[in-house]
């Protein structure tokens, strides 16, 4: 039971995508007749994975360790957010703020992923063409 648990995680890890897409659906499915940001949620619960699997494409095809770059790259986000917040608005609010912080990171981390992912898959068929 262990093996297949960390076969979906590993999977999970490696294709963000999909479970973007299941919980997409999933939120879709159940709560159509009320008003859910069912996009919102996926991209909430998928930004948390996007941290392990940015990371981990980065190491596969360069063997690089980013992680602890790209927890206080998210840092740096969050403040830059929170400053620019405090400076425009009379009062930060702090949920709203939160929301839009990780939102971005959303963004930042899908291009991030795509990128590593495209250019690791380049060089990698460059690299056995020649």
Not at 42 to 50: E, F, P, R, S, Y
Not at 60 to 70: E, H, Q
């Amino acid at each position: 039971m262990g093996e297949i648990s960390t076969g979906i995680v590993s999977f999970l890890i490696a294709f963000p995508i999909v479970l973007f897409i299941l919980f997409y659906v999933l939120l879709y499915l159940l709560f159509r007749k009320k008003k859910m940001d069912a996009f919102g949620i996926a991209a909430d619960v998928t930004t948390l994975i996007l941290f392990w699997s940015v990371p981990a494409v980065v190491y596969v095809f360069w063997t690089l360790n980013i992680f602890s770059y790209l927890i206080i790259s998210a840092l740096l986000i969050g403040m830059i957010f929170t400053i620019f917040e405090w400076k425009t608005q009379k009062e930060v609010l702090v949920i709203p703020l939160l929301r839009k912080i990780w939102r971005s990171l959303f963004l930042i981390l899908n291009v991030l992923y795509v990128g590593a992912f495209i250019a690791g898959a380049v060089q990698f068929i460059l690299h056995y063409m020649s």
